[in-house]
C-alpha cells in the first residue's frame, strides 16, 4: 500500500467567533506506506463533538491545539487495511482517533477497542457506548454521585452526553430533568428518553419553569453548556450539589468576556455559603472505570434501559458544515459522519 | 444563682458594607438560673472571627443570621460556675458556643471539649487547636490533598487559618507561599513561621512576585479572602488543583458585585479545561476528622512544629472595635477577647 487517494479535512484557519466553512480546506493526499509496528486504516465512521472547537484556538484546552494546516483532530470507527503491529489484522473494525480524514497510518499501540459483535452498532462507540457515554458516566459515578431521590439536572439532553446523564441518573433512583433546545427536543427528551422533566431553554420564562421543575432544588448539575442555563441553576443549587463541568459548549464561540457586574464574587459565595464542588473533568482522567463503562453500558443498551439518537451526516465533505450547526445547536442526537 | 449582673453585646442594626459601632450594643442583663439539664457558664475568652460578618446579614450564610437585638454568636472558653448537667461540674473549663458575653446559660449537651492540662494554653482551644485550626488541618486534608513537592498558596498568611494551612503544608512536604498585608505579618510569615515564601498583596507588582514564587505553578490555593488575590492565583493554577474554600473576607462588605466583564464564564473555562476542583466547606463538615485533629495537632503544637501568634484584647465592650478592624486586615494573629 497505497497508491490510493485520501482526502483529509484540514484546519485552514483559526475562527474568531464561530467557525465558518473557509476555516476549513478539503485536501486530496496520497495515503503512505504503513512502517513496522503501524496499521493502515480506512476510517468508517466520524465523531464531530463540541471539544473540538476548543482544538481550533491557538490557546490552551485539554489538548495541544490543532495546527493550521494539520488534519482536524477527532474520533473514528475505523477499518485495518494493512497491519504491521501483530495485535490487529486486515478487516478488524477498531475505536481509534484517525481524525478527520478517510484513511490514516496509526501506532498500533494508539488503537483502542477492537470492535465485535456486542448486539449493538458498532457506530456507538463513538456516542453512547463510547466517549460521551463515558464522559456521562464517569462524571456522575466520581463527582456527581447521584443519590436515590436526588434531583439532576443537564443542559443538550438531546445530546449524547446529557442524554446519558439523565437516564443513568434515573437509573440510580434519582429525578432527571433535562433541557433542550425547541419543542421537537423537548419532546424526545420526555418521551423517548424518560426524563422526569424536559423545558426548553429558549423559554421566555426559562428560569421560572426550571424553578418549578425542581421544586426540592438541585443536587447534581452537570455542566456541559454553561450560559443562560447556569444563571437559572445556580440559585436553585442546594447545600453539597456536586457540578461536573465536562463543557461550556454556550461559550466555545465566545470572542469577548459578557458586559459586566462581574459574577466571579457571587459564584464563590455561592460555592461557599452553599458548600459546592465544582470540578473540571474529562473522561480520560477516570479511564480505569472505562472497562466497568464499555461491560455496564453495554448491558444497558442490549437491556432498552439507556437509549440514543443518532444525527447521520452522509460523507467527509459535509463535516465541516455538519459541526458549525452543531455548535449552533442544529443537531439532534449523537453527530455522526458516515464515511463511503 | 443568680443576681448577679452580666454583660452582653447585641446586633443593633444590619450593616451596609463594613460594620460600625452603632451596629452593637451593650447591654446588661441579669443572668437567669439554669433548669435542669443546663450549665451557668462565664465566659473567659471569646473568639472573633470573620464567619461572624455573614451572621449579621439576614440573607443565607452558613448558618441562620443572629436577629436585631440578640446576642452577637461566637466561640468561647468558659468557666462553668453552675451545672444541672452530669456532665459538668462547677469549674470545669470548657470550649462552649456562649456568644458575645460575660455569662451564658446553655444546654449541657452543647458543650463541646473540656479543656485541661494539655500543656497549651486553655485559648488555643479557640485558635490553632480550635475552629480556625481545625479548618486549616480540614480543608487540606479532604480537599488540598498537598502532595510532597507541590506548591501550596494562601492569603491571610499571618491570620489563623492561612498561618496553620501553610505550616501543615509543610509537614506534608509541599511548599508554603503564603501572602499578607504588610511587612510586619510578611516577616512573621516567613520568620515565624517557616513559610518558603511571604509576599506582600498591597505590593504594586503582586501578582508578578506570586508568578515568581510559583515558577511550577500553584497545585492548592486555599482560599480564605478572594478578590485580587484569586485572581492573581487563577492563572497560575495547574491542572488538577484543588481549591478548598472557607471564606471571601475581601467580599464580606460589599454592597454591590464589581464591574464588569463577567468572568464567571472565563472561571468556569479554567475549571473545565484545567480540571480543577473548587469546593465550599466549612470545619463542621468534615467533624469525623475532630479527635484526630486535636490529637495530631496538640502534638505538633507540644513539639514546636507549628507555631501560632495570637492578637488579644481586653474587655468585651472592646469587641466591636477589634472586629470592625479584623475585616479590615488591622489584627496580626488570632483575635481574641479576654475576658474579666
Known amino acids: 500500500m497505497s497508491d490510493s487517494t485520501?482526502?483529509?479535512?484540514?484546519?485552514?484557519?483559526?475562527?474568531?467567533?464561530?467557525?465558518?466553512?473557509d476555516d476549513f480546506r478539503v485536501e486530496t493526499f496520497q495515503v503512505p506506506a504503513p512502517r513496522n509496528g503501524q496499521v493502515l486504516l480506512r476510517n468508517r465512521w466520524l465523531s464531530?463533538?463540541?471539544?473540538?472547537?476548543?482544538?481550533?484556538?491557538?490557546?490552551?484546552?485539554?489538548?495541544?491545539?490543532?495546527?493550521?494546516?494539520?488534519v482536524m483532530d477527532g474520533g473514528t470507527i475505523s477499518e485495518v487495511v494493512q497491519s504491521l503491529h501483530p495485535a490487529w489484522s486486515p478487516g478488524d473494525l477498531v475505536l481509534a482517533h484517525a481524525g478527520w480524514q478517510t484513511h490514516a497510518v496509526v501506532d498500533g499501540e494508539s488503537l483502542r477497542r477492537k470492535l465485535g459483535p456486542a448486539g449493538l452498532p458498532v457506530q456507538t462507540a463513538l456516542g453512547v457506548h463510547g466517549m460521551p457515554g463515558f464522559?456521562?458516566?464517569?462524571?456522575?459515578?466520581?463527582?456527581?454521585?447521584?443519590?436515590?431521590?436526588?434531583?439532576?439536572?443537564?443542559?443538550?439532553?438531546?445530546?449524547?452526553?446529557?442524554?446519558?446523564?439523565?437516564?443513568?441518573?434515573?437509573?440510580?433512583?434519582?429525578?432527571?430533568?433535562?433541557?433542550?433546545?425547541?419543542?421537537?427536543?423537548?419532546?424526545?427528551?420526555?418521551?423517548?428518553?424518560?426524563?422526569?422533566v424536559a423545558l426548553d431553554r429558549r423559554a421566555?420564562?426559562?428560569?421560572?419553569?426550571?424553578?418549578?421543575?425542581?421544586?426540592?432544588?438541585?443536587?447534581?448539575?452537570?455542566e456541559n453548556v454553561g450560559g443562560k442555563v447556569f444563571d437559572a441553576v445556580l440559585p436553585l443549587l442546594n447545600d453539597f450539589a456536586r457540578i461536573p463541568v465536562?463543557?461550556?459548549?454556550?461559550?466555545y464561540n465566545d470572542t469577548a468576556p459578557p458586559a459586566g457586574p462581574d459574577r466571579v464574587p457571587q459564584l464563590m459565595g455561592a460555592i461557599l455559603s452553599r458548600h459546592l464542588t465544582v470540578r473540571g473533568f474529562i473522561q480520560?482522567?477516570?479511564?480505569?472505570?472505562?472497562?466497568?463503562?464499555?461491560?455496564?453500558?453495554?448491558?444497558?443498551?442490549?437491556?432498552?434501559?439507556?437509549?440514543?439518537?443518532?444525527?447521520?451526516?452522509?460523507?467527509?465533505?459535509?463535516a465541516p458544515e455538519a459541526f458549525i450547526g452543531m455548535l449552533a445547536g442544529r443537531n439532534f442526537g449523537k453527530l455522526l459522519v458516515k464515511l463511503d
Request: a negative charge.
Open 6 to 21: 485520501a482526502t483529509r479535512i484540514v484546519l485552514a484557519a483559526r475562527p474568531t467567533g464561530a467557525p465558518t466553512p
Open 48 to 70: 464531530l463533538d463540541p471539544y473540538m472547537r476548543g482544538r481550533m484556538n491557538a490557546g490552551r484546552s485539554y489538548a495541544a491545539p490543532v495546527e493550521i494546516g494539520e
Open 135 to 196: 464522559t456521562a458516566y464517569a462524571g456522575l459515578h466520581e463527582i456527581g454521585k447521584p443519590q436515590h431521590g436526588e434531583t439532576v439536572v443537564v443542559a443538550a439532553a438531546s445530546g449524547p452526553v446529557g442524554a446519558t446523564v439523565g437516564q443513568i441518573a434515573k437509573l440510580h433512583g434519582a429525578r432527571a430533568v433535562g433541557i433542550a433546545g425547541g419543542p421537537d427536543k423537548v419532546a424526545h427528551v420526555r418521551d423517548d428518553l424518560g426524563f422526569d
Open 204 to 222: 421566555d420564562d426559562f428560569a421560572e419553569q426550571l424553578a418549578a421543575a425542581c421544586p426540592d432544588g438541585i443536587d447534581v448539575y452537570f
Open 246 to 251: 465536562c463543557g461550556l459548549v454556550a461559550h
Open 284 to 318: 480520560r482522567d477516570f479511564i480505569a472505570l472505562y472497562p466497568e463503562f464499555v461491560r455496564e453500558m453495554g448491558q444497558w443498551l442490549r437491556d432498552g434501559r439507556v437509549r440514543y439518537r443518532e444525527d447521520v451526516v452522509e460523507g467527509l465533505e459535509n
